[in-house]
Every structure is written in structure tokens, then in C-alpha cells.
């Protein structure tokens, strides 16, 4: 069975703090994914990377930073989280596709973070 | 920017009746998919529909596409209190060079028993 594993389902920070999300696939997918989920937003793509140590900005990158030294693994970094950071997060793999369209995107459970 | 729409935004339903969810997009797309979120869970990919498609099933569920009015629909006939959840659409860019899914805000679903 095909698995995204997302480490922690919730965490409690304080403002300032360092902040590591971690995300695993088992599915050898090349692309991965952050995006966070907030009430009436939707979901908002953070950051993904195509390859290792590849990545590339989504649409709201700011006060984030992403590491992929391994393929199947895809990590969020809050460098100083802030109270405004405070969401679900949710990582997801897909396989690589290139340009021809994207295909089916596997989610992890999430991580829900307050930063108080 | 949001690229999908999804259309209501809550629905609230008896079971056995059928639901329908909209979706509206902005640009081109290559495909259309639909993904199902359980409360506080992760999203579950549904059914995936492209461009070149105008109608695809899969069990209860029947997705069409009309790429001429940048709209789709989910149908879930007979439904169940289980379908209870939350349902969301996604397009990719024809002129991204990468992968990359936006996502609408949603249709919240309540089935009752």
C-alpha cells in the first residue's frame, strides 16, 4: 500500500521557534509537495521539488524554507514561526510526469501546528 | 491564486439522494481531478478527468469536464453518511514547465442518515 508519512499530527511552538516538518514516501515518487490548508483558502502549494535536492517556489514561500537531500524524503522549515503560521500542513508525492499534465498526487495525513 | 471554484460551498443532503459539486477554473488545463478529505485527514485522490474528456465513472461517482465553460461536476449518486466529508477540485497549468496541482476551496458535504 502506497504511504506518505508526515512525522508529527500535531505540534505546539512558540513564536520564534525553529520548526522542522517532516514528510517520508515509500513510492519512489519523484515530486513532492507542502502545501498548507486554511479555513476558506483551500489549499495553498508552500513549496515542491522534482528531483533531489531540487526545488521550487509555490505560491506562498515566504517564512518557509524546504530541504530534499534524500528522494524520498521532503522537509518544511519555519526558520521563526510566527502566529500567522499557525495551519494544517500537508505534504503529498506524485509521480514525475513532466509537462504533459500532472498525475495523481498521494497525501499524507497532515501536521496542524499552532505557534502561539 | 485559487484557480478552481468549487460550487456550494456546503451541501447538505438526506442519504440515498444524489449530490452534485461544481467546479470553475480560470486557464487551460491538461487535466481535472477531484480529491475526497475526511475531517482533519489528509486528501484522498478521487477521479482524475483530462482535457481531451468530456465524462468519466468510477463506482458512484460520474465527473464531467466542458472545457468550453472551464467547468466540471462531481456527481455521487445514492449517497452515504460515510461520503460525509469534504470534496475538492484541482487543475494544473498548460504553461508551467512543472508539476503542479491548485486547488479550489472546497464543497462541504453532510450526508444524513
Request: proline share 2%.
Amino acid at each position: 500500500d502506497v504511504k506518505v508519512t508526515q512525522s508529527s499530527r500535531y505540534l505546539v511552538k512558540r513564536t520564534g521557534e525553529k520548526v522542522f516538518l517532516e514528510c517520508v514516501q515509500d513510492m519512489d515518487h519523484e515530486n513532492m509537495f507542502w502545501y498548507r490548508q486554511d479555513p476558506g483558502l483551500g489549499l495553498r502549494l508552500i513549496y515542491f521539488s522534482y528531483d533531489v535536492k531540487m526545488k521550487e517556489k509555490g505560491d506562498i514561500p515566504e517564512g518557509y524554507s524546504v530541504s530534499r537531500e534524500k528522494k524520498e524524503r521532503f522537509s518544511l522549515i519555519l526558520e521563526s514561526a510566527s502566529t500567522n503560521q499557525t495551519s494544517m500542513y500537508l505534504c503529498a508525492s506524485s509521480l514525475g510526469q513532466g509537462i504533459i499534465g500532472t498525475g495523481e498526487l498521494f497525501f499524507g495525513e497532515g501536521s496542524r501546528l499552532t505557534v502561539l | 491564486s485559487q484557480q478552481g471554484e468549487e460550487d456550494p460551498q456546503a451541501l447538505s443532503i438526506q442519504e440515498g439522494e444524489n449530490a452534485t459539486m461544481n467546479c470553475s477554473y480560470k486557464t487551460s488545463i491538461n487535466n481535472l481531478q477531484w480529491y475526497r478529505q475526511n475531517s482533519g485527514r489528509g486528501l484522498v485522490h478521487l477521479i482524475l478527468i483530462r482535457s481531451n474528456e468530456r465524462e468519466k465513472h468510477s463506482g458512484r461517482l460520474r465527473v464531467t469536464l466542458d472545457t468550453s465553460k472551464k467547468s466540471s461536476s462531481l456527481l455521487i449518486t445514492a449517497s452515504r453518511a460515510a461520503d460525509t466529508a469534504s470534496y475538492f477540485c484541482a487543475t494544473d497549468k498548460v504553461d508551467t514547465g512543472f508539476q503542479k496541482l491548485v486547488f479550489g476551496t472546497g464543497t462541504r458535504l453532510l450526508v444524513s442518515p
